[in-house]
């Protein structure tokens, strides 16, 4: 059938199909036949009255920032091809407290609230669930061009454990945001001879953490090219502690003998000298003091415990008897630290096998998918101690 016919045809359906229609109409309707109010097809566009939590999220991210917080799964947003579940409403409103306070007011404390008014995303959406692929791999969030920033995992939410807000949610939105600047100024092309000769953008996944260290790569994903080596720097300088920090330059950075004598220094001087460089390029280009940032950043995160997250006036909201529930409950493992490790370390390393040709790709989705699921020294780090992540 050619396409004249066919066009032909289809539209002769139409007709056909709404002439029917017409005769229908005129047959079964009577006088006294008024609507069902209850079965309308057409969607009721009367605004909702909004919560006392709505009107908390449009008071403090919408007016000053024109920042759309989304904790309702949406389909127009929502990725259906993934299995997802929706954030509790308990912990959408502790994390729209905690997003607040930990990273838009650490930045507005800083560079001002005309900072966050141009270059913050225009939508933040919480899912509760992470976002599962079918290989059984895991992504925590993602970003759109810096206009969109997805929050998986919104339910496993411990406002006690920075470290772990850092994992799952701080690091991406770092990271993420770093991008954003560099594209309005971009970073000082210097910075791309340190580890000139030493990236590898198809094969940056089959280095191990100690190795990206002594090459002055902060993590594995790093060596992949400079503008993620910059991001990665900065996400990470940020969100490390003092003592993770120190163990990053003072351990795995340096060559070592088998007595523990330094060989040599070259990875902790190269990861020194891209921290200067964005120190000067943060406060040239942001008027931006990056250990001020790192000093308010790591406060602010850590007091998101002490803040009150769930205000009296949004409790009504809240059924009785399904807030209490606490992350563990969410987990189908009991977690540990080093179950934790171990448990991402295989699926990565099955991850790197069947999908060598999208990891060698740059492409803002393996950007995102790496710095939220990759391994990186931190987890090296933290997996050796007894004092955190418990």
């Known amino acids: 059938m050619n396409n004249t016919l066919l066009r032909y045809t289809v ?44 009107e908390y999220l449009f008071e403090k991210y919408t007016v000053p920032y024109n920042i759309t917080f989304m904790y309702e799964m949406d389909d127009k947003e929502v990725d259906f091809s ?58 925590l969030g993602t970003a759109e061009g810096g206009l969109k920033v997805t929050l998986y995992n919104s339910n496993w939410l411990d406002e006690k454990d920075p470290a772990l807000m850092n994992e799952l949610y701080f690091h991406t939105m770092h990271h993420e945001f770093t991008h954003i600047l560099q594209q309005k100024f971009t970073w000082p092309q210097e910075y791309n001879t340190i580890s000139q000769g030493d990236y590898a953008a198809t094969s940056w996944q089959d280095r191990s953490y100690s190795e990206s260290a002594k090459l002055g790569f902060v993590s594995s994903y790093a060596g992949s ?21 120190n163990t990053l330059l003072n351990d795995y ?20 000298k891209k921290i200067d460089i964005m120190k000067g390029y943060m406060k040239d280009r942001w008027n931006i003091d990056m250990d001020e940032l790192r000093a308010v950043v790591q406060r602010r995160t850590a007091e998101a415990s002490k803040i009150q997250l769930i205000q009296e006036n949004w409790l009504p909201l809240l059924e009785t008897g399904k807030t209490t529930r606490s992350r563990k409950e969410f987990n189908a493992v ?12 295989k699926v990565w390393q099955t991850f790197k096998q069947t999908n060598k040709e999208f990891l060698s790709k740059p492409s803002p989705e393996r950007c995102v998918f790496v710095t939220q699921f990759a391994p990186t020294l931190g987890d090296e780090i933290n997996a050796e101690s007894t004092t955190i992540r418990k």
């Not at 930990?102 to 141009?118: K, L, N, Q």
């Not at 977690?335 to 370390?345: A, K, V």
């Open 334 to 345: 009991e977690e540990s630290p080093r179950m934790r490790l171990e448990m991402r370390n």
């Open 225 to 245: 090219q400079p503008v993620e080596d910059i991001t990665e720097v900065t996400s990470y300088y940020l969100t490390y502690t003092d003592s993770e920090w």
């Open 11 to 54: 539209s002769g359906l139409i007709l056909g199909a709404t002439l029917l229609g017409v005769s229908f109409g005129l047959v079964s309707c009577s006088e006294t036949d008024t609507p069902d109010d209850g079965h309308s097809v057409v969607r009721d566009k009367t605004p909702k009255t909004k919560s006392a939590f709505d």
């Open 253 to 272: 950075a340096l060559i070592k003998d088998e007595k523990g004598n330094v060989l040599s220094t070259e990875g902790r001087d190269k990861i020194l």
């Open 82 to 139: 993934r299995w997802l579940a929706p954030a509790r409403l308990d912990i959408s409103m502790k994390m729209a407290k905690v997003v607040q306070h930990a990273w838009i007011d650490s930045y507005v404390e800083v560079a001002g609230v005309d900072f966050m008014r141009e270059l913050a995303p225009r939508i933040i959406m919480l899912i509760g669930s992470p976002a599962y692929n079918n290989d059984g791999t895991m992504v």
